[in-house]
């Protein structure tokens, strides 16, 4: 699970996703909490906005995070 990947996850769904979509979104899927514990860590980088979708948690991703992962898109590219 990379910050390309999971900031990637968010930028093509255009969306708000809760862990749970985004831990079946990854490729190689270790274990739910991890997937928390890594989405809550982007958040407070400023990459992902934490929201709620009824009683459930879910994330979005912010400016920041689209300028991240375009950032770290071209640099893999170069």
């Not at 997937?35 to 992902?48: A, E, F, N, T």
């Not at 009824?54 to 995070?65: I, M």
């Amino acid at each position: 699970m990379t910050k390309l990947e999971v900031l990637g996850i968010f930028y093509d769904a255009n969306h708000t996703l809760t862990p749970d979509s985004v831990g079946r979104r990854i490729r190689r899927y270790r274990c739910r909490t991890s997937v928390y514990s890594y989405l809550l860590r982007l958040s407070r980088q400023g990459l992902l906005e934490r929201t709620f979708i009824g009683t459930r948690l879910a994330y979005r991703l912010t400016p920041r995070g689209v300028g991240r992962f375009e950032y770290l898109r071209r640099r893999e590219h170069a």
